[in-house]
Protein backbone atom coordinates (compact mmCIF):
# COMPACT_ATOMS: atom_id res chain seq x y z
CA UNK A 1 0.00 0.00 0.00
CA UNK A 2 1.37 3.20 -1.02
CA UNK A 3 1.86 5.67 2.17
CA UNK A 4 0.28 8.34 0.17
CA UNK A 5 -3.02 6.42 -0.48
CA UNK A 6 -5.90 8.51 1.53
CA UNK A 7 -8.50 7.02 3.93
CA UNK A 8 -11.81 8.29 4.56
CA UNK A 9 -12.73 8.11 8.27
CA UNK A 10 -15.69 5.25 7.65
CA UNK A 11 -13.07 3.51 5.49
CA UNK A 12 -10.58 3.22 8.83
CA UNK A 13 -13.65 3.00 11.09
CA UNK A 14 -14.45 -0.87 9.37
CA UNK A 15 -10.69 -1.96 10.23
CA UNK A 16 -11.63 -2.33 14.35
CA UNK A 17 -10.32 -5.90 15.31
CA UNK A 18 -7.73 -8.35 15.73
CA UNK A 19 -7.68 -9.17 11.93
CA UNK A 20 -7.37 -5.87 10.48
CA UNK A 21 -6.29 -2.75 12.93
CA UNK A 22 -6.08 0.66 11.80
CA UNK A 23 -5.08 3.63 13.81
CA UNK A 24 -5.45 7.36 13.08
CA UNK A 25 -2.28 9.25 15.28
CA UNK A 26 -2.03 12.71 13.75
CA UNK A 27 -4.25 12.23 10.70
CA UNK A 28 -1.65 9.17 9.68
CA UNK A 29 -3.25 5.65 9.37
CA UNK A 30 -1.34 2.90 10.25
CA UNK A 31 -2.66 -0.75 10.37
CA UNK A 32 -0.79 -2.25 13.45
CA UNK A 33 -2.25 -5.38 13.14
CA UNK A 34 1.08 -7.51 12.41
CA UNK A 35 2.43 -5.27 15.72
CA UNK A 36 -0.67 -6.42 17.93
CA UNK A 37 1.35 -9.15 19.70
CA UNK A 38 4.72 -6.91 20.18
CA UNK A 39 2.93 -3.79 21.80
CA UNK A 40 4.80 -3.66 25.08
CA UNK A 41 1.62 -2.29 26.51
CA UNK A 42 -0.70 -5.37 25.14
CA UNK A 43 -3.04 -6.08 22.39
CA UNK A 44 -5.98 -5.10 24.73
CA UNK A 45 -4.81 -1.39 24.43
CA UNK A 46 -4.36 -1.13 20.51
CA UNK A 47 -7.89 -2.75 19.88
CA UNK A 48 -9.38 -0.73 22.09
CA UNK A 49 -8.13 2.26 19.86
CA UNK A 50 -8.90 0.22 16.68
CA UNK A 51 -10.53 2.06 13.55
CA UNK A 52 -10.17 5.46 15.83
CA UNK A 53 -8.15 8.77 15.81
CA UNK A 54 -5.95 7.79 18.57
CA UNK A 55 -3.80 10.78 18.56
CA UNK A 56 -5.07 11.76 22.38
CA UNK A 57 -4.22 8.56 23.78
CA UNK A 58 -1.15 7.98 21.98
CA UNK A 59 0.56 11.39 23.05
CA UNK A 60 -0.69 11.09 26.84
CA UNK A 61 1.34 8.02 27.04
CA UNK A 62 4.58 9.26 25.98
CA UNK A 63 5.69 7.21 23.52
CA UNK A 64 9.90 7.31 23.08
CA UNK A 65 11.67 8.57 20.19
CA UNK A 66 12.06 4.73 19.04
CA UNK A 67 8.44 4.19 19.54
CA UNK A 68 7.71 6.56 16.97
CA UNK A 69 10.41 5.70 14.50
CA UNK A 70 8.85 2.46 14.88
CA UNK A 71 5.32 3.62 13.67
CA UNK A 72 7.00 4.27 10.18
CA UNK A 73 7.07 0.82 9.69
CA UNK A 74 3.19 0.36 9.93
CA UNK A 75 2.33 3.79 8.01
CA UNK A 76 -0.04 3.04 5.19
CA UNK A 77 -1.73 6.49 4.37
CA UNK A 78 -3.38 9.53 5.87
CA UNK A 79 -6.91 10.82 6.84
CA UNK A 80 -8.55 12.51 3.42
CA UNK A 81 -8.28 16.10 4.13
CA UNK A 82 -11.19 17.37 4.20
CA UNK A 83 -11.62 14.87 7.80
CA UNK A 84 -8.50 15.58 9.22
CA UNK A 85 -8.97 17.33 12.95
CA UNK A 86 -5.09 18.71 12.38
CA UNK A 87 -4.27 20.14 9.07
CA UNK A 88 -1.00 20.22 9.57
CA UNK A 89 0.51 16.80 9.80
CA UNK A 90 3.57 17.56 13.24
CA UNK A 91 6.78 15.39 12.08
CA UNK A 92 7.80 14.83 15.65
CA UNK A 93 6.32 15.76 18.83
CA UNK A 94 8.87 16.18 21.68
CA UNK A 95 7.93 16.22 26.13
CA UNK A 96 9.79 19.19 27.80
CA UNK A 97 10.04 19.42 31.30
CA UNK A 98 8.22 21.78 32.80
CA UNK A 99 10.48 25.17 33.96
CA UNK A 100 11.06 26.06 37.46
CA UNK A 101 9.44 29.46 38.59
CA UNK A 102 12.28 29.81 41.15
CA UNK A 103 15.86 30.88 40.48
CA UNK A 104 18.54 28.80 40.90
CA UNK A 105 22.24 28.59 40.67
CA UNK A 106 24.17 31.60 42.23
CA UNK A 107 21.78 34.20 42.71
CA UNK A 108 19.56 31.63 44.93
CA UNK A 109 22.18 31.33 47.45
CA UNK A 110 24.30 34.82 47.15
CA UNK A 111 21.65 37.67 47.93
CA UNK A 112 20.89 35.71 51.71
CA UNK A 113 24.93 35.18 52.05
CA UNK A 114 25.34 38.98 51.10
CA UNK A 115 22.23 40.13 53.79
CA UNK A 116 24.28 37.85 56.60
CA UNK A 117 27.57 39.27 56.10
CA UNK A 118 26.28 42.90 55.92
CA UNK A 119 24.40 42.08 59.51
CA UNK A 120 27.35 41.02 60.90
CA UNK A 121 29.70 44.24 59.84
CA UNK A 122 26.86 45.91 61.27
CA UNK A 123 26.76 44.44 64.50
CA UNK A 124 30.64 44.44 64.20
CA UNK A 125 31.15 47.82 63.27
CA UNK A 126 28.36 50.17 64.86
CA UNK A 127 26.50 47.61 67.36
CA UNK A 128 29.16 45.92 69.31
CA UNK A 129 31.60 49.25 69.83
CA UNK A 130 28.72 51.05 71.91
CA UNK A 131 28.25 47.48 74.12
CA UNK A 132 32.03 48.06 75.36
CA UNK A 133 31.70 51.70 77.07
Do not use: C
Amino acid sequence: MSKDKQYTLKEIKEHNDSKSTWLVIHDKVYDVTKFLEEHPGGEEVLLEQAGEDSTDSFEDVGHSTDARELMQDYLIGQVVESERKNKKVPERTTITAPQSSQSGGLSGWLIPLGIAIAAALVYRFLIAPGNNA
